[in-house]
């Protein structure tokens, strides 16, 4: 792809990379849902902002599974805001349908964490939709970026 078809933002200084952790992971979580009326248009299809709210349920999921309970987490005074969303829809779901949210981390740069996700049936025969996030970690008291991610988080996503 040129660089006119995929536009990029210029980096943000402020985040320093530390290529030193890199961190993948070929298992998925996995987060079952069912479409119902409120997660639908008027032609009871899935309305594409709720698969963004999967994607986020699932990975918060995901990370108290690891022991990670993300509302102590914003206690302690850290966030992980989402920076940069990329969703692509393939199929379309309907009221009353089942599919299962598949989440992983794919990737630590500085700060920056990368998740992968794909929504399928539950054969994972059918694909959905398929995205990535990238979340940065925040320190809510100074309001800034971090320079690096706090210990909790890293050993928590260390079991990945």
């Known amino acids: 792809m040129s660089e006119a078809e995929n536009p990029q933002l210029p980096p943000n200084m402020e985040i320093e990379l ?6 993948t992971t070929e298992k998925w979580f996995e987060y079952p849902v ?4 409120h997660h639908t248009d008027y032609g009871g299809i899935v309305w ?32 992980l805001p989402v920076v940069e969303v990329n969703i692509r829809y393939h199929q379309s779901l309907k009221m009353g349908e089942q599919a299962i949210v598949k989440t992983r981390m794919n990737n630590i740069q500085g700060v920056r964490i990368y998740w ?4 399928t049936n539950w054969r994972g025969s059918t694909t959905y939709v398929s995205g990535r996030v990238t979340l ?13 991610l706090p210990p909790m988080l890293l050993d928590t996503l260390v079991k990945l």
């Not at 069912?34 to 009326?37: D, F, K, L, R, S």
């Open 116 to 119: 992968d996700y794909q929504i």
């Open 136 to 148: 940065v970690g925040i320190d809510r008291e100074k309001g800034k970026i971090m320079r690096q």
């Open 48 to 79: 594409h902002g709720t698969y963004l709210s999967w994607m986020e349920e699932a990975r918060v999921e995901c990370l108290r599974s690891l022991g990670l309970d993300y509302g102590n987490f914003v206690k302690l005074g850290y966030e």
């Open 34 to 37: 069912v479409v119902h009326p």
């Open 18 to 23: 530390d290529e030193s952790l890199h961190a």
